[in-house]
């Protein structure tokens, strides 16, 4: 089984490890309620989607 020759520098793990981050989601807000929500999705807390309401919810 291979085995590494070399001990891997903290810089070149680093490098390696550059892409991989997390990010926080795009959230934009809601034209009707203002609550926060995912681009191109429907809004959780009011149902809507372009102006339609799209979701029956108790709020909306």
Do not use: F, W
């Not at 085995?3 to 490890?17: E, F, G």
């Not at 892409?19 to 989601?25: L, S």
């Not at 926060?36 to 999705?41: G, K, T």
């Not at 429907?42 to 029956?56: A, D, H, L, N, Q």
């Amino acid at each position: 089984m291979p085995v590494p020759k070399r001990k891997t520098s903290k810089s070149k793990r680093d490098k390696r490890r550059t892409h991989q981050k997390h990010t926080a989601p795009n959230l934009t807000t809601c034209p009707q309620c203002g609550s926060p929500r995912l681009p191109h999705h429907t809004c959780p807390s009011c149902g809507t989607y372009k102006g339609r309401t799209v979701i029956e919810t108790e709020e909306g």
